[in-house]
Each structure stands twice: as structure tokens, then as C-alpha cells.
């Protein structure tokens, strides 16, 4: 059965309903020329040459402003988030992540890093957070006049980055008057609540005009213990004892082994009240355990504002010249909350406890003969210092964006070279913090009270603690000038060229405090890293048209990195126009995408891995389907190569009545040496072999070294007798080649209804047909890759009334417990659903355009209140993919507009 008969009933109904009315507020269109004899040539992304023709030789999508404030959303990024382009979810703000500030989007599912970020044609500054994105949050929406989405490989155009597709930021700049906004909007679940307001002026002349507005959007932190789907997880990192083994050569000489097993308490701290503050009981006999629920007071979704400040000016010097600037400063504000420290990472691998400390078992409870047995030798403690205060992350991110430039026209050659500097820089202060290398002596010595750490004084936990800081900055300078110029007249006309060329200087640096950075600071991850490089580009691009009704272009690009080497990105385009109402189009290119600064310079950093590991939860005594947290490390890996691709795409354009047009685009990826970041539940569905996108040199790694050892690259460490994860080597590798191909489908149409005004609607569908990694297989349909998304958008204007009816669908997946049936068989069901529903929403929104120069819009998305897919083994540990889904419920927002 097709998956197209798999939309729901809602979608079918929608299209029915609309057969005779089919808006595109996602799958957005350029508006129609009233006089297209008057119509000027513009460069659209994905071309550096002007041209009248709407529909190129490449699928561009554009989306106006208009478009933007029908869909409800506060920010670019969670505009983009929810296009049907974005196939696989992206990365959005999450609490306990480093990159909890920033947000990316992922067109075709290749990743953040392969979709090339423009503002205003030029690249976008990569997060200093990560080192290996461009943060779409970076982007005020109040300053954004319109997107273009080209979901077609550009790197002869645009150079590293742009496989996956371009999406280019175009700023208002054509604006005179005043113009005030300010919104709210209100889920109907606990968190997320936003709030958006801008000021807008703007004035122009006969020779120049100007736009400077102000700007701010904040969401509101979500909590785990808010969501049902994301509460009660469970950590061994608690307060438990574990018994040593000789280790020659370690720190103490001992390693933590199993737990212990005392006849009635287990492994628990005798005299501790393991039923308040987030701690519980488990168990019995032997098997009594005390855990914890780190979603006890964890954020799932960081609280972000974003404060921006812009202003676009030109000036017309004379009738041949013309000099323009951009300019834009952005804050963004983060806060997150992590549980409290666990005693991970800590040197010697656990918290040591020596015979006759006060913290002993032995000491504790001398008349116990199961501890006296244990009065000589020393045992290791994994502990929570919930007595000392949550993991509170404060980030403050800045964002300095300035570019100024020349365009003008010498004899028959048009001219355009400017310079622009770009600068983001994120402070990270975290605050309840333990150095573990002060923590350890007043443990050993009784002074922290392991019994009782909630009574200790706050001189001795003031004297554990600390406030991390890590100071991230990227910095990028660019000198650019393009050239265009006609060439010679053939049959169909004038062929034309461009050549431009580039210089830019990338500088990234990621420097930790000097505690986190020696690895005494528990709970905390990361070592400073640093790079720079510089990157000199040359390239050109040329229109052919070979007939009146048919032409080609033909480009490349050469691009030389300071650090890695060089490469060449050329394409070929065709268009033809057999009607003057179809075009048919196709095109073939080849591109490339550096390693990041990130990649090559980062050292090994500890965080902590929310997994879902069947065999980590039984031995913690928890139900399979817990989620919990192991230690992990990300290591760098400076022999990774660049990623080349190659791809071709063939489309179809019809404008098959003056109320119908129609677009069909094919394309075809491929991507050799590929660069993936490998999680612990990657790394473990690799190792189970419920995974075939897995790189090679993974391993299991020993259970009796101190972590990290980063020459052992990739794997994971299970403890020999309970098989749960004791810690992980997380990190990038060139996996291999990932070979995708689909079909994008738009159907837009435009009625004027007389008197009761005019009906447009649109219907955009992004269809996977195959994504495999490494031969191994199609993963379309497995967990988090459905095979199709669409939306289709409704509205009808009625006078100074405009109603909009949205609707989102996702198609549904295998879910995680499918997949370990698949590899273990029937020994691996665990009772859950084997397939995850698809999810549909439905977004309303009604418009009144008032008479005193005013635009007030109530509506409400995801009306039907509908809750995210549910997978209860999602590896992630929040019970649903993050970056597929959200977790808002119904959101109520109203918006009001003053223009002055």
C-alpha cells in the first residue's frame, strides 16, 4: 500500500474539502506579478545571476512575511522546524546540553551541518557553542522580510556546507513608517509559555533609504516532572556503596566493582533516608536499592530570549554607484536546570571510601556482620550531592553581525564587493558544582556526612562547590566581490557570467575555567579547544540560453582550507520551457563539507548520557523500559576527512489553469566519508546489532581502566557481571556514505470569491523514498525517519478578515521496541507497541485588520490538544524524539500589530 494513502483521516478530509480550494503558508509560493512586462530581474538563492524567471533551473521555495505571521510561531527556528524540508527533526534548545541556547534545522535529514545557513546571500555565523552549525536562533524574525528554501546541493555556488540544501535569510529593508508588535502565547500544558514584541522604523528618499527596528522573543523552560511521558527516571548515581577491587597503578590502587549485596539493606547507605528529595527505595533483601529520579527537578527544554537590535541602510552615491550596509546585534539568553551533581566523573572512578573513614560501612554500623566483614578493606561510594543544590546553567550568548559594501556598474560589467564581519560569543556559568578534589577529603574524613548531607553546614558545602565558566567565541572575516557580465548573443539571447572570489578567516576557541578543564569538577563536561584556518575561494557561474525556450547553466567552485587541503564543487542546470505554462528542470553537481573546527580540536570532555538501556535498568532493579544516565566522553578525532557528495535532481513547474499550479521535484544524494556524531545509544545499538548505521572501530571498551582513554576511540564499557553501561567514548567519525533520494510535491491554488473575498490554499509533501547509511539498508519508517511529511494550509480573506486552518502531519515509524525484537527476537519484547502512530495537528488562526492601522491575530495551534508519539524505549530517555515532535499541547497565542 502507498505511503501517500497513509495520511490520515483529517488530511484526506482537508484535501477533499479544499479540491475546489487548494494556500501555502509552509509550503510557501512567490506572489504573482500584477504587469510581468514591468517584472525586474533579481538574484534568487542558488544563482549569483539576475533573471526575471520566477521558476529556475533549481527548487527554490520562498516564504513572504506574510506567510511567517499566519503560522503562529515566535521564532525562525520554529518556523523552519515544522516545513516538511526538515525531514528528520533538528536540533532545538534542551536543558543540561551544552547548545542548550542554540537551534539548527536538518533539510533532507542529512544533519544541521550539511544546510548551509545565508543572511542576505552570505554564510551565517557558526554557533561558538558546538563549533559545527549556524544557530538559526541567532536570527531576529521582526527583521526577516522573507526565506528561500533551495533543496538542491549548492556547493559550486556557495561552497563547504550546502548539501543538503540553502536556506537564505532575506531581511527587510524596503520599509517607511513605524511599526509596533507584541504577542504571548499560552500552552495548555505547564512551561513553554512565549512572548514576542518589535519596533520597526523606517524611512527612505530618492536616493537612500533606512530600516532599524528593535526586537524580542522568549520561551519559558519546560520541567520533566511536568510531562508524564518524561517524569520518574531513575539514576544508580544516588548514595549507594559498591565494593573495590585491586587495581595496581590507579589512583588509590582499587577500582569501584559490584554493588553490595547486605541481606536486608543491599547496597544502600545504612541511617539514610532514601524517600525524600528526589531519592527512593527499590527492592528488597539483597536486591534493596537506593536510586534517584534526576527529572525530579530537570529541565527538559531550556528557557531562551532572544534580544536583537538591527538596521539595513542604502544610499544611491550616483547613477552608476550605490553603497549599502547591514547590521545586526543579537543577545541570547539561556537558562537551564540538571539535577544535582552525581559523583561522575571522579578521580580514581569513584568516591573513595577507606577503611575506618567515618563514612564506612564497617564504621557506621560496627555490630553488622555483613559490614565488620568489610572493616578492612575500602569501598567506593556512588553518591548525589542533592544537599547541595541543583545544576542551574546561565548562558549568555552574543552576536555581532556587520557588513558594508559597494555595487555599481564599470563599462558593461556589473560590480558588487563589500567586507563583513561576524562574531558569536557564549558565556556558560553553571552554577551547584562539586570539585570533586575538594569533595573527596571531607567524604574520607567524615566532615560530609554521608548519612545525613542535608544537615551539613553550609561552610562545608560552600568549600565543595563551584561556579564553571566556559567562554566560546567564533570569529569570522570576509572579503568578497563578485563580477557579472554579458558574454556573446546565441540563439536564445544573451549568455551571461559571473565570477566572484572570497577570502574568509574562520577563529573558534572554547575555553573552559581551569578546574573543569583538570577534570576536578564533577557533573561538569569540557576541555578548551580551539582553531583557526583560513579559506580562499574562487569561482564562477554561467547562463547559456541555448534556444528561446531552453538554457543552461553551468558553475564551480574551488575552495582552499589552510588545515585540510582543497576542493572543486562544479554544476550543470538545465531549463526548459516546451509551454509557456510548464517548465521542466534538472541539474547535477557534485560538493563538500570540511571538519569543523570543532571536530579537530576538541579534547575529551565528561557529560552525562540519557539512554534507555534494558540491561543498565534491571541491574539498577527498574522496569527495562527506565530511562537513566551513564558517563560518557566526547573525544576528538583529528584524522577525520572531508565529505564529498554528488547529486542530481529533475522537476517539473505547471501553471495548469490561472488557479492551479503544481511543482514535482526528484532528487538524489549521495554522500562518501561522511561525518556522524556517534551518542551512547547509537553506540549501543551498533554493539547489539540493532543498527547498521554504525562507523567502523567502535568497540567494546575494558571495565577496569579510568576513563577517558581517547586511543581507544568509539565504544562502550559494561560492567562484566551486570552488563550495565559503566561509561562510553563518544564522538565524529566518517562512517561511510549515506544515499538518499525522494520527491517533493506542491500544489498551490488562488480563488477570488467575489463578494465573499478570496480562498488560497496549498499543499506541500516532502517524501522520503530511501535513506541508507553504508548499504545497510533502508531506514525510512524506522524510528525517527518517517517516510513522508506534509502540510497543507487553508485561508480565506474576507475584507479586513482573514481565518487560516493549518494542518501538520508526520508519518508514523517503527518504534524502539520493534527494533530489538528484530535483533534478540522474542527474549527482547518487553510488551510495548512495535509501531508509533503518525501525528497530525491542526493550527487555527483568525485576522482582523483594523481601521485605525492596526492587525490583530488570536489562534491556537495544535487545537486537539495531542500529545507527542510516545516511544517508552526512545534511547534519548524523555520518552519521545525531541527533535521530531514537542511537548507544548495546545498553545493559545494573540498577536497585535500597530503600524504608524
Same mark, same amino acid.
Given at each position: 500500500?502507498?505511503?501517500?494513502?497513509?495520511?490520515?483521516?483529517?488530511?484526506?478530509?482537508?484535501?477533499?474539502?479544499?479540491?475546489?480550494?487548494?494556500?501555502?503558508?509552509?509550503?510557501?509560493?512567490?506572489?504573482?506579478?500584477?504587469?510581468?512586462?514591468?517584472?525586474?530581474?533579481?538574484?534568487?538563492?542558488?544563482?549569483?545571476?539576475?533573471?526575471?524567471?520566477?521558476?529556475?533551473?533549481?527548487?527554490?521555495?520562498?516564504?513572504?512575511?506574510?506567510?511567517?505571521?499566519?503560522?503562529?510561531?515566535?521564532?525562525?527556528?520554529?518556523?523552519?522546524?515544522?516545513?516538511?524540508?526538515?525531514?528528520?527533526?533538528?536540533?532545538?534548545?534542551?536543558?543540561?546540553?551544552?547548545?542548550?541556547?542554540?537551534?539548527?534545522?536538518?533539510?533532507?535529514?542529512?544533519?544541521?551541518?550539511?544546510?548551509?545557513?545565508?543572511?542576505?546571500?552570505?554564510?551565517?555565523?557558526?554557533?561558538?557553542?558546538?563549533?559545527?552549525?549556524?544557530?538559526?536562533?541567532?536570527?531576529?524574525?521582526?527583521?526577516?522580510?522573507?526565506?528561500?528554501?533551495?533543496?538542491?546541493?549548492?556547493?559550486?555556488?556557495?561552497?563547504?556546507?550546502?548539501?543538503?540544501?540553502?536556506?537564505?535569510?532575506?531581511?527587510?529593508?524596503?520599509?517607511?513608517?513605524?511599526?509596533?508588535?507584541?504577542?504571548?502565547?499560552?500552552?495548555?500544558?505547564?512551561?513553554?509559555?512565549?512572548?514576542?514584541?518589535?519596533?520597526?522604523?523606517?524611512?527612505?528618499?530618492?536616493?537612500?533609504?533606512?530600516?532599524?527596528?528593535?526586537?524580542?522573543?522568549?520561551?519559558?523552560?519546560?520541567?520533566?516532572?511536568?510531562?508524564?511521558?518524561?517524569?520518574?527516571?531513575?539514576?544508580?548515581?544516588?548514595?549507594?556503596?559498591?565494593?573495590?577491587?585491586?587495581?595496581?597503578?590507579?589512583?588509590?590502587?582499587?577500582?569501584?566493582?559490584?554493588?553490595?549485596?547486605?541481606?536486608?539493606?543491599?547496597?544502600?547507605?545504612?541511617?539514610?533516608?532514601?524517600?525524600?528529595?528526589?531519592?527512593?527505595?527499590?527492592?528488597?533483601?539483597?536486591?534493596?536499592?537506593?536510586?534517584?529520579?534526576?527529572?525530579?527537578?530537570?529541565?527538559?527544554?531550556?528557557?531562551?530570549?532572544?534580544?536583537?537590535?538591527?538596521?539595513?541602510?542604502?544610499?544611491?552615491?550616483?547613477?552608476?554607484?550605490?553603497?549599502?550596509?547591514?547590521?545586526?546585534?543579537?543577545?541570547?539568553?539561556?537558562?537551564?536546570?540538571?539535577?544535582?551533581?552525581?559523583?561522575?566523573?571522579?578521580?580514581?572512578?569513584?568516591?573513595?571510601?577507606?577503611?575506618?573513614?567515618?563514612?564506612?560501612?564497617?564504621?557506621?554500623?560496627?555490630?553488622?556482620?555483613?559490614?565488620?566483614?568489610?572493616?578492612?578493606?575500602?569501598?567506593?561510594?556512588?553518591?548525589?550531592?542533592?544537599?547541595?543544590?541543583?545544576?542551574?546553567?546561565?548562558?549568555?550568548?552574543?552576536?555581532?553581525?556587520?557588513?558594508?559594501?559597494?555595487?555599481?556598474?564599470?563599462?558593461?560589467?556589473?560590480?558588487?564587493?563589500?567586507?563583513?564581519?561576524?562574531?558569536?560569543?557564549?558565556?556558560?556559568?553553571?552554577?551547584?558544582?562539586?570539585?570533586?578534589?575538594?569533595?573527596?577529603?571531607?567524604?574520607?574524613?567524615?566532615?560530609?556526612?554521608?548519612?545525613?548531607?542535608?544537615?551539613?553546614?553550609?561552610?562545608?558545602?560552600?568549600?565543595?562547590?563551584?561556579?564553571?565558566?566556559?567562554?566560546?567565541?567564533?570569529?569570522?572575516?570576509?572579503?568578497?566581490?563578485?563580477?557579472?557580465?554579458?558574454?556573446?548573443?546565441?540563439?536564445?539571447?544573451?549568455?551571461?557570467?559571473?565570477?566572484?572570489?572570497?577570502?574568509?578567516?574562520?577563529?573558534?576557541?572554547?575555553?573552559?575555567?581551569?578546574?573543569?578543564?583538570?577534570?576536578?569538577?564533577?557533573?561538569?563536561?569540557?576541555?578548551?579547544?580551539?582553531?583557526?584556518?583560513?579559506?580562499?575561494?574562487?569561482?564562477?557561474?554561467?547562463?547559456?540560453?541555448?534556444?528561446?525556450?531552453?538554457?543552461?547553466?553551468?558553475?564551480?567552485?574551488?575552495?582552499?582550507?589552510?588545515?585540510?587541503?582543497?576542493?572543486?564543487?562544479?554544476?550543470?542546470?538545465?531549463?526548459?520551457?516546451?509551454?509557456?505554462?510548464?517548465?521542466?528542470?534538472?541539474?547535477?553537481?557534485?560538493?563538500?563539507?570540511?571538519?569543523?573546527?570543532?571536530?579537530?580540536?576538541?579534547?575529551?570532555?565528561?557529560?552525562?548520557?540519557?539512554?534507555?538501556?534494558?540491561?543498565?535498568?534491571?541491574?539498577?532493579?527498574?522496569?527495562?523500559?527506565?530511562?537513566?544516565?551513564?558517563?560518557?566522553?566526547?573525544?576528538?578525532?583529528?584524522?577525520?576527512?572531508?565529505?564529498?557528495?554528488?547529486?542530481?535532481?529533475?522537476?517539473?513547474?505547471?501553471?495548469?489553469?490561472?488557479?492551479?499550479?503544481?511543482?514535482?521535484?526528484?532528487?538524489?544524494?549521495?554522500?562518501?566519508?561522511?561525518?556522524?556524531?556517534?551518542?551512547?545509544?547509537?553506540?549501543?545499538?551498533?554493539?547489539?546489532?540493532?543498527?547498521?548505521?554504525?562507523?567502523?572501530?567502535?568497540?567494546?571498551?575494558?571495565?577496569?581502566?579510568?576513563?577517558?582513554?581517547?586511543?581507544?576511540?568509539?565504544?562502550?564499557?559494561?560492567?562484566?557481571?551486570?552488563?550495565?553501561?559503566?561509561?562510553?567514548?563518544?564522538?565524529?567519525?566518517?562512517?561511510?556514505?549515506?544515499?538518499?533520494?525522494?520527491?517533493?510535491?506542491?500544489?498551490?491554488?488562488?480563488?477570488?470569491?467575489?463578494?465573499?473575498?478570496?480562498?488560497?490554499?496549498?499543499?506541500?509533501?516532502?517524501?522520503?523514498?530511501?535513506?541508507?547509511?553504508?548499504?545497510?539498508?533502508?531506514?525510512?519508517?524506522?524510528?525517527? #525517519?518517517?517516510?513522508?511529511? $506534509?502540510?497543507?494550509?487553508?485561508? =480565506? +480573506?474576507?475584507? *479586513?478578515?482573514?481565518? /487560516? !486552518? &493549518?494542518?501538520?502531519?508526520?508519518?508514523?515509524?517503527?518504534?524502539?521496541?520493534?527494533?530489538?525484537?528484530?535483533?534478540?527476537?522474542?527474549? #527482547?519484547?518487553?510488551?510495548? $507497541?512495535?509501531?508509533?502512530?503518525? =501525528? +497530525?495537528?491542526? *493550527?487555527?488562526?483568525? /485576522? !482582523? &485588520?483594523?481601521?485605525?492601522?492596526?492587525?490583530?491575530?488570536?489562534?491556537?495551534?495544535?487545537?486537539?490538544?495531542?500529545?507527542?508519539?510516545?516511544?517508552?524505549?526512545?534511547?534519548?530517555?524523555?520518552?519521545?524524539?525531541?527533535?521530531?515532535? *514537542?511537548?507544548?499541547?495546545?498553545?493559545?497565542?494573540?498577536?497585535?500589530?500597530?503600524?504608524?
Amino acid at each position: 500500500m502507498s505511503n501517500f494513502n497513509q495520511l490520515s483521516g483529517a488530511i484526506r478530509f482537508a484535501l477533499l474539502a479544499g479540491a475546489a480550494s487548494t494556500f501555502a503558508a509552509v509550503p510557501a509560493f512567490a506572489q504573482e506579478s500584477e504587469d510581468a512586462a514591468t517584472l525586474e530581474t533579481i538574484e534568487v538563492t542558488g544563482s549569483r545571476i539576475k533573471r526575471a524567471d520566477i521558476e529556475g533551473a533549481l527548487p527554490v521555495t520562498v516564504i513572504d512575511r506574510a506567510q511567517l505571521d499566519a503560522s503562529g510561531e515566535v521564532s525562525v527556528a520554529d518556523y523552519l522546524r515544522n516545513t516538511t524540508f526538515n525531514s528528520f527533526g533538528s536540533f532545538r534548545p534542551q536543558s543540561g546540553s551544552s547548545a542548550q541556547a542554540n537551534a539548527g534545522v536538518s533539510l533532507r535529514g542529512l544533519g544541521s551541518g550539511r544546510t548551509l545557513l545565508l543572511i542576505d546571500g552570505r554564510r551565517a555565523p557558526v554557533a561558538a557553542a558546538t563549533g559545527n552549525f549556524q544557530d538559526i536562533n541567532t536570527i531576529p524574525l521582526a527583521a526577516v522580510e522573507r526565506i528561500e528554501v533551495l533543496s538542491d546541493g549548492a556547493s559550486a555556488i556557495y561552497g563547504s556546507d550546502a548539501i543538503g540544501g540553502v536556506i537564505n535569510i532575506i531581511t527587510r529593508k524596503d520599509f517607511n513608517g513605524a511599526e509596533f508588535s507584541y504577542g504571548r502565547g499560552m500552552p495548555s500544558r505547564e512551561g513553554g509559555d512565549t512572548e514576542n514584541a518589535s519596533m520597526i522604523f523606517g524611512a527612505s528618499s530618492d536616493r537612500g533609504r533606512v530600516l532599524a527596528g528593535v526586537s524580542m522573543n522568549e520561551r519559558e523552560i519546560v520541567y520533566q516532572r511536568d510531562r508524564e511521558w518524561s517524569s520518574g527516571g531513575i539514576s544508580s548515581f544516588s548514595n549507594e556503596y559498591y565494593l573495590s577491587v585491586a587495581a595496581p597503578g590507579t589512583l588509590y590502587g582499587f577500582r569501584p566493582g559490584s554493588r553490595l549485596l547486605h541481606p536486608t539493606l543491599g547496597s544502600k547507605v545504612p541511617g539514610f533516608d532514601c524517600t525524600t528529595n528526589g531519592f527512593f527505595e527499590t527492592g528488597t533483601g539483597t536486591g534493596s536499592r537506593c536510586l534517584y529520579d534526576f527529572t525530579f527537578v530537570a529541565a527538559d527544554e531550556a528557557q531562551v530570549k532572544n534580544l536583537s537590535t538591527f538596521i539595513r541602510a542604502d544610499y544611491q552615491i550616483n547613477d552608476d554607484w550605490s553603497t549599502y550596509m547591514n547590521a545586526t546585534v543579537t543577545r541570547i539568553t539561556s537558562f537551564g536546570r540538571y539535577a544535582p551533581v552525581p559523583s561522575s566523573p571522579w578521580p580514581g572512578g569513584g568516591i573513595f571510601i577507606p577503611a575506618g573513614s567515618p563514612n564506612h560501612p564497617a564504621v557506621l554500623n560496627p555490630a553488622d556482620p555483613y559490614y565488620a566483614g568489610l572493616a578492612g578493606q575500602p569501598v567506593f561510594l556512588r553518591h548525589r550531592f542533592a544537599a547541595l543544590g541543583n545544576r542551574d546553567t546561565s548562558i549568555n550568548a552574543n552576536t555581532y553581525d556587520f557588513m558594508a559594501g559597494f555595487q555599481g556598474r564599470v563599462g558593461k560589467v556589473d560590480l558588487d564587493f563589500g567586507a563583513r564581519y561576524t562574531e558569536n560569543k557564549a558565556i556558560d556559568l553553571g552554577r551547584g558544582y562539586v570539585v570533586a578534589t575538594l569533595a573527596a577529603p571531607l567524604i574520607a574524613d567524615g566532615t560530609y556526612d554521608i548519612t545525613n548531607p542535608f544537615g551539613v553546614s553550609t561552610d562545608v558545602a560552600n568549600s565543595m562547590i563551584t561556579t564553571t565558566a566556559r567562554e566560546s567565541t567564533t570569529i569570522q572575516t570576509e572579503v568578497y566581490g563578485i563580477a557579472s557580465f554579458d558574454l556573446f548573443e546565441i540563439a536564445g539571447g544573451t549568455a551571461s557570467m559571473a565570477v566572484g572570489a572570497e577570502y574568509r578567516q574562520e577563529d573558534w576557541s572554547d575555553v573552559y575555567d581551569s578546574l573543569s578543564a583538570a577534570g576536578s569538577v564533577s557533573g561538569s563536561a569540557g576541555n578548551s579547544a580551539f582553531g583557526i584556518r583560513d579559506v580562499k575561494a574562487v569561482y564562477f557561474e554561467a547562463l547559456f540560453p541555448l534556444l528561446d525556450n531552453l538554457e543552461l547553466n553551468v558553475a564551480g567552485r574551488f575552495d582552499e582550507y589552510s588545515d585540510y587541503g582543497n576542493d572543486f564543487a562544479p554544476k550543470v542546470a538545465l531549463r526548459w520551457q516546451p509551454l509557456d505554462s510548464l517548465t521542466l528542470r534538472a541539474s547535477y553537481g557534485q560538493g563538500f563539507r570540511a571538519p569543523t573546527l570543532d571536530i579537530v580540536g576538541q579534547q575529551p570532555a565528561f557529560g552525562a548520557d540519557g539512554i534507555a538501556d534494558p540491561a543498565t535498568c534491571i541491574a539498577f532493579g527498574a522496569l527495562p523500559s527506565c530511562s537513566t544516565q551513564v558517563t560518557s566522553y566526547t573525544i576528538a578525532n583529528p584524522n577525520v576527512s572531508s565529505e564529498q557528495s554528488e547529486q542530481f535532481s529533475v522537476g517539473a513547474a505547471w501553471d495548469a489553469t490561472d488557479w492551479l499550479n503544481l511543482t514535482l521535484d526528484y532528487y538524489n544524494i549521495q554522500i562518501d566519508n561522511q561525518l556522524s556524531f556517534f551518542d551512547t545509544a547509537a553506540l549501543v545499538s551498533c554493539l547489539n546489532g540493532t543498527s547498521t548505521v554504525c562507523p567502523a572501530g567502535i568497540s567494546v571498551l575494558p571495565a577496569n581502566q579510568v576513563p577517558p582513554q581517547p586511543g581507544l576511540g568509539l565504544g562502550v564499557a559494561r560492567d562484566p557481571a551486570t552488563q550495565a553501561i559503566l561509561y562510553s567514548q563518544i564522538g565524529y567519525a566518517n562512517l561511510g556514505t549515506i544515499e538518499t533520494n525522494g520527491i517533493d510535491f506542491n500544489a498551490r491554488t488562488q480563488f477570488d470569491l467575489g463578494a465573499w473575498g478570496s480562498l488560497r490554499n496549498g499543499l506541500q509533501i516532502a517524501y522520503v523514498r530511501n535513506y541508507e547509511v553504508n548499504n545497510g539498508g533502508d531506514v525510512t519508517g524506522t524510528v525517527g #525517519a518517517p517516510q513522508f511529511r $506534509a502540510n497543507l494550509t487553508n485561508q =480565506w +480573506t474576507f475584507g *479586513d478578515f482573514a481565518v /487560516t !486552518w &493549518n494542518i501538520n502531519h508526520i508519518d508514523g515509524t517503527e518504534s524502539s521496541q520493534k527494533a530489538l525484537i528484530d535483533s534478540f527476537g522474542p527474549s #527482547a519484547d518487553y510488551g510495548y $507497541a512495535l509501531t508509533l502512530p503518525s =501525528w +497530525t495537528t491542526h *493550527d487555527v488562526q483568525f /485576522t !482582523w &485588520n483594523a481601521p485605525w492601522n492596526g492587525r490583530l491575530s488570536v489562534g491556537v495551534n495544535n487545537i486537539a490538544d495531542k500529545d507527542p508519539v510516545l516511544d517508552p524505549l526512545d534511547g534519548s530517555g524523555r520518552g519521545f524524539n525531541f527533535d521530531l515532535y *514537542d511537548g507544548y499541547g495546545r498553545v493559545t497565542y494573540i498577536n497585535y500589530t500597530h503600524t504608524f
